[in-house]
């Protein structure tokens, strides 16, 4: 058995996440369906991280063992040929037996992103939220900062998670403009459940003065979910990238 | 009566373009509608162009004559909560009763958008072209420079236009990467129709190998729709900006 990786892009609209749901189209059963049809063989796939409903990915990774013969572009080709237009595989290499994409990756970026207009923008529609209210990027900036270190992010990890250990290291945030779109861009070690909605949940109460620009130290300090803003809507999140040492 | 200018943004994968037609859903007759809804008389709306089925606009221009004392902020979230989510408006303008969206534009600007890697891109589906072999950009945008000029541009008019005029000023021609995504952007005083899928299509012949790099101004001097390429997709087109003198 070989392993191979497999290097992705999907547009969650369509889907209940990524993880193989009950009664729900998930990212997973659909890759599984394609790899079996261009293999032959139904095999498990391990995907790099959970992703919630209607969240997308611009690099997803994920592995599976496979006896096929079919390697990188070859590959590549054959699974887009069998997997609708929402999702695209964009490379494929081999992995030692090792190698796991979650455990074995560095780390994610996520970027979540907000249409800033009083007229929504018919192309953003499910890919980023919209406010109206013109958003302070250099108050949220300097916010923002303040996520940036080594901490124990409890608050900002939703119920039912199960995770013992959650301390994350936040290694780059960063609140930007680029017309009207605003990004909110963040790096990390990981990611707690729900940790970068409940980010820009937060971060948004203080754009709407319910709290001051300076007040993420406490709230991470007080380590239980509710000292948190809300859980930003799932839509505006895209998995960027993850980090591997290769 | 009032003239008020609206200007909006569609995505035209779900229109046939903007003009009313018999059997297909249009995007005059969708703000038609909305206009209605709003102010309770069914009136004409005049665009600034019309748009091939599937092009989308970013900046599309158009004008109602009205009685409504609807006005500005109002009347677009007015209009906005009747129309369908991939049709915005985004300013609305009283205008002088001599303004007309078409013969008052100054120009326009198209952006013509490629996606240039060997795997398709799920958020593009519909709003950009797929080619997988590299485009050569520097060749293709010294190519497109012989494309800028006052030019009788027939030979990338189709058929069937009914227009006798066909000179035109081209003044600002590029062809870009950002990354994976490849743009064709093009401002001329007026377009012919399917002038900008015309000058694409020669562009990606001439990528091709099957052109002459230097070959555009022997086209346009042939004066015959056979002496171009063939007409790009219409889903890469959007109307990026129409400029006044206002």
Redesign the interface.
């Known amino acids: 058995m070989t392993r191979l990786m497999l290097i992705l ?3 969650g609209r369509g889907y209940h996440g990524w993880q193989v749901q009950k009664n729900a189209q998930s990212v997973q059963q659909t890759l599984q369906d394609a790899v079996e049809q261009v293999t032959g063989v139904r095999s498990g796939i391990i995907g790099c991280s959970r992703t919630d409903s209607g969240v ?1 990915a ?1 690099m997803f990774c994920c592995t599976t063992d496979t006896n096929s013969k079919l390697r990188g ?1 070859a590959m ?2 054959a699974l ?1 040929a069998n997997l609708p ?6 490379e494929c290499r081999e992995m030692p037996q090792d190698f796991h994409p979650r455990y074995s990756a560095l780390g994610k970026r996520y970027i979540y992103r907000i249409w800033n ?7 953003q ?1 499910g ?1 980023a939220i919209h406010i109206r209210r013109p958003l302070d990027v250099e108050l949220l900036n300097t916010a923002a900062q303040d996520y940036i270190g080594t901490h124990d992010f409890t608050s900002f990890c939703s119920a039912g998670s199960g995770v013992q250990d959650t301390v994350r290291r936040v290694t780059r945030c960063e609140v930007a403009r680029e017309g009207l779109m605003v990004t909110f861009l963040v790096e990390a070690d990981g990611f707690l459940y729900n940790m970068v909605r409940i980010m820009v949940g937060t971060l948004l109460e203080i754009s709407a003065g319910k709290r001051e620009y300076n007040s993420i130290p406490d709230i991470i300090a007080a380590k239980v979910r509710s000292a948190a803003g809300m859980t930003a809507p799932a839509c505006g999140l895209m998995l960027d990238k993850v980090f591997y040492d290769f």
Chains 1, 2 share one sequence.
């Open positions: 892009r999907f547009d997308h611009d572009e590549v080709t887009n237009r929402d999702i695209a595989v964009y207009d009083k007229a929504r923008n018919p192309f529609e890919l």
